[in-house]
């Protein structure tokens, strides 16, 4: 019982990268035989979604906390791998004086405050907590050049990632629910883990998503979690469904089929969704022979929700036997994110190529993102917005 087993990957379907490849590792269910704390902190390894970082921009005022302890006031300065240690220098050139070499860094914002760091001087961010910058492992994403981990309160984390996941016009509720399902993730994960910062796990971008009502929405959940049976859930969740979500069995397979509160339940109330109308897409057909199959997908089954559950493709004298959702990361995969943002999709040869026909953003199974916006505007409280699209599930309690 006590590893975890990946029983299936999920596209992390957000509002604000609503399609993007993502293959979050989720843990089988069977790896939560007890309800677990949430961690306390988080160590988060940034810049992941890039292949390898040789060095980040640092902008004063900022600490060195280790191995020495320096303040910056003011100025850009750059932190490289150089070797078996970090170098850290005055941004601008390679004649800027050495100020430390070291095995490591440890760096820190003022009193409190955050740090401003980036891979490059056009893409700095700022982040709460510490920095601790030293070289890459080599089983690490980013194989060599430096690893930049972020070690941050959970709190700024969730709050971060409940940001980015939605968007300034959400009202409480839903940013309360959203709150409940990071948590809920969260929760397998142990005292201390460490995340990467890509759709891998979730997508965490610091401090600019921390919006005021985001924060008072992740203050005022404190820490719950979404249950079943004493147990945390699957916490899934995707940008729009654009008219009825699918159970998870339909979409994740066999694995799923013990998770009864991943249901399909209709709902109209994602109509607010850029994503809910169709999107028609065009592909030459040299494109999808190389690419997908040679001919027009023969779907098998479709669900309630009329997604594809299992599809036939043929390229070449291979046939192959996919289920819906894993035609749907393909075309993504191959074709590009954009191609069919939502797994209610439909491939259709014509005489000059493919058509995709696809609506709604995400993989359709557990909460709807924007339904969930919809029903926080009826009035609807996070826990009914959460049972709603989740039956049978409850919000943990705290004493
Ligand atoms: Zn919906």
Known sequence: ??????????????????????????????????????????????????????SVFVRAPFMIVNPIRSVFKEGLYECTDAGNSVRLRKAGGRNQKEIIRAPYLVLSGRGGNTIEIGPDSAHMRKYYGQMNMRRANAKGKNSAGL???????????????????????????????????????LSPKGRHPTVTDTTDEMVYLGEQHERP????????????????????????????????????????????RSMTYLQSVSCNHCKGSPLYGTTVKEIPTSV????IADREPRVLKLDRAN?????????????????????????????GWDKAPGTRYQVKQTAGGYTIRSSGGGHGVGLCQWGAQGLSKQKKTYVEILQYYFPGTTVEQRQ
């Not at 999808?288 to 690419?291: I, S, T, V």
Request: some cysteine; aromatic content about 10%; charged content about 20%.
């Open 307 to 335: 997604r594809p559950v299992s599809a036939e493709i043929q390229k070449g004298a291979r046939k192959e036997v996919l289920s819906g959702y894993q035609l749907w990361l393909r075309i993504g995969q191959k074709l």
């Open 147 to 185: 690893e930049v981990l972020n070690q941050v309160d959970t709190f700024n984390y969730v709050a971060s990632v409940v940001g980015g996941e939605t968007t300034p016009v959400f009202g409480k509720e839903a940013l309360k629910a959203q709150a409940v399902l990071v948590y809920t993730r």
């Open 213 to 256: 009502e985001v924060i008072d929405a992740v203050h005022e959940i404190d820490r719950r979690r979404l249950m079943f049976q004493d147990r945390p859930a699957q916490a899934f969740f995707h940008a729009c469904c654009a008219g009825r979500t699918s159970k998870g069995s339909d979409i994740f397979g066999e694995n799923a």
């Open 288 to 291: 999808f022979a190389r690419e």
């Open 1 to 54: 019982m006590g590893k975890p087993v990946v029983i299936f990957r999920e596209v992390n379907c957000c509002v604000s990268c609503f399609a993007k490849p993502v293959l979050l590792l989720l843990l089988a269910f069977l790896y939560l035989p007890v309800a677990r704390a949430n961690p306390s902190s988080m160590n988060v390894m940034l810049f992941q979604s890039r292949p390898r970082i040789d």
